[in-house]
């Protein structure tokens, strides 16, 4: 009777470990998942972010920014942080021999206000409100970003300056520049407003490879052999809608009903024997109820004034964008503020903002390649109440393409500075800087960076 009694006990105790282990186990596991949500819970409820920010401001580490309508568009946290944080030092027009002549004309003789109207007055608009900034700096030392004004151009397109006296007079004044030797341009913003982008500057490739372009055009490879639009530096802007549009209380030419609208679609520019243009002319004349598209003249009799060129743009539902000289058309931003849905007929286009913008949302991209009757077919199918959806939505939207302070809390500077803010270095180098054990910058001949006079060897 021993054995067996000794052999109950021996079963019943093993029975009674293996379940303590498993039951042990088990609680284990359930501590450590509990331990690992409560952490995660703790950490984002005392944040620093958490502590300055409620927290339906901050949906899975994005920053949240209202905009018109009450609606949301979120910067990500990653590579732009929870808040906009930095300082860009303005060249004053009269610090640097030559920086006059890019904003006024050899002579000086074309005044800003000249230039700040039409497609091409971002250059001036973004140079004043910089100088507005709440993120300005009067100091270098302590500057994350400099802005070099320039309005050229305005200036060439009004004879102030000729394209060999544009390049030279960037070279002399850029020579002139320590902090865009030190950083070999990488920290230096500069403004082209139109089609041609930073070709304005015929040297571009040589001293602008390395710093950052404010420009709405992302693509010239059709007179030029390459683009000088870099997506990992440059930032593209949106274009210059007339203040009359855009402006609170604006009332130019105010949308029509849907209803009320003549045309199915419009194309409203000049065909500049691009192959996409004339495809439209001659299907608005196959078409002639549905698409309108009249041939628009620079001058004389026959030239469309601006309240009138509004008129024709809203009365279609559809507003065709095709490419031009270059990849953008103003006509895309231009058709948010008639309230017609954005056709973009330019495969090579670069749009601003797309960290943010989703657009699909608000606009319709179509193969250039295959501009035709479907395109036409297609437009015709898609239902009123999905125009006056993508028609609101665009109304919400709007806003970003609006030259306005960086305070709004929807602006086309608001987003440039939150794109400006992802350029932002701790730490600037080029191949013609260098440092020594104590921290000090020199160049090639040894001399400290306070030594540095201009002119000065371009990187």
């Known amino acids: 009777m021993g054995s067996p009694s000794n052999k109950h006990r021996t079963f019943t105790s093993h029975t009674h470990h293996s379940l303590c282990t498993r039951t042990h186990q088990i609680a284990a596991l359930a501590i450590i998942i509990v331990t690992f949500f409560l952490t995660r819970l703790l950490d984002r409820s005392f944040s620093p972010c958490a502590s300055q920010t409620p927290a339906s401001q901050l949906p899975s580490s994005r920053t949240a920014l209202r905009v018109n309508g009450g609606g949301f568009l979120s910067w990500p946290e990653r590579g732009y942080g929870s808040q906009l944080a930095l300082k860009i030092y303005v060249y004053e027009e009269d610090e640097i021999d030559g920086l006059k002549s890019l904003l006024y004309g050899r002579d000086g003789s074309i005044p800003a206000e000249a230039c700040v109207a039409g497609q091409w007055g971002t250059q001036v608009k973004i140079h004043r409100l910089l100088l507005k900034s709440r993120f300005r700096t009067r100091r270098k030392d302590e500057a994350d970003l400099f802005f070099v004004p320039a309005y050229v151009k305005c200036v060439r397109m009004k004879g102030g300056l000729n394209d060999k006296e544009i390049d030279q007079m960037y070279v002399k004044v850029l020579s002139q520049m320590p902090y865009f030797r030190l950083s070999g341009g990488r920290n230096h913003i500069f403004v082209f407003p139109s089609g041609a982008g930073p070709h304005l500057f015929k040297s571009w490739a040589t001293y602008l490879n390395r710093s950052i372009v404010l420009t709405p055009e992302g693509d010239r490879t059709d007179k030029k052999n390459i683009s000088a639009f870099n ?24 949308p029509l009903p849907l209803s009320k609208r003549k045309f199915l679609a419009n194309f409203l520019g000049r065909a500049q024997r691009k192959v996409g243009r004339l495809q439209l002319v001659e299907l608005a004349k196959q078409f002639p109820d549905k698409l309108e598209s009249p041939e628009l003249q620079l001058s004389g009799p026959d030239k469309l004034g601006r309240i009138e060129y509004f008129n024709h743009l809203r009365n279609a539902r559809f507003c065709l964008a095709p490419r031009g000289e270059s990849s953008w058309t103003l006509r895309f931003y231009e058709s948010f503020f008639v309230e017609c849905v954005p056709v973009i007929l330019s495969d090579q286009v670069e749009l601003p903002f797309q960290n943010v913008i989703d657009y699909t949302q608000v606009s319709i991209k179509w193969p250039s390649t295959r501009i035709g009757p479907q395109l036409l077919e297609y437009l015709e199918s898609i239902p009123d109440k999905a125009i006056e959806e993508m028609i609101s939505r665009g109304r919400e939207m709007r806003c970003w393409w609006v030259y306005a302070s960086e305070s709004e809390p929807c602006s086309a500077m608001r987003g440039i500075m939150w794109e400006l803010q992802r350029k932002v270095r701790a730490f600037h180098q080029s191949t013609e800087t260098f440092w020594l054990h104590n921290g000090s910058i020199i160049n090639r001949n040894l001399e400290q960076f306070s030594n540095w006079k201009p002119p000065m060897p371009l990187p």
Not at 239 to 247: H, I, L, R, S, Y
Request: no cysteine; aromatic share 4%; hydrophobic share 40%.
């Open 231 to 254: 997506t990992w530096k440059d930032i593209i802007i949106p274009g210059n809608v007339a203040d009359e549009m855009t402006g609170n209380g604006a009332t130019l030419v105010q």
